[in-house]
Nanobody, 115 residues
Framework: QVQLVESGGGLAQPGGSLRLSCAAS????????MKWYRQAPGKERELVAV????????NYANSVKGRFTISRDNAKNTVDLQMNSLKIEDTAVYYC????????WGQGTQVTVSS
């Protein structure tokens, strides 16, 4: 059974930083690409960042490029999202995702950016 468990969300001020973490189990983690999505109220879920199984390749949504960094530790089965220079529009529920025979999602973690 694949499980993805996010942590690290919370409240930040504009310009601040947060770090999200996703702990994965039940799959050969080092062979799986990992993704972070987010969904703001009233909006569709959007892809934020992707990291390849080895960690050598990453890709970001234009809206977060230069501010967010995705990374992974294949020894610990974790994937992180470092979010800097946060903006109010980054407020959303953030989800960890992977595809391993099918899509798997974490429960989500709330990120609120507000002054």
């Amino acid at each position: 059974q694949v499980q993805l468990v996010e942590s690290g969300g919370g409240l930040a001020q504009p310009g601040g930083s947060l770090r999200l973490s996703c702990a994965a189990s039940g799959l050969p983690f080092s062979r799986a690409d990992m993704k972070w999505y987010r969904q703001a109220p009233g909006k569709e879920r959007e892809l934020v960042a992707v990291i390849s199984s080895t960690g050598r390749l990453t890709n970001y949504a234009n809206s977060v490029k230069g501010r967010f960094t995705i990374s992974r530790d294949n020894a610990k089965n974790t994937v992180d999202l470092q979010m800097n220079s946060l903006k109010i529009e980054d407020t959303a529920v953030y989800y960890c995702n992977t595809y391993w025979t099918r899509d798997y999602w974490g429960q989500g973690t709330q990120v609120t950016v507000s002054s």
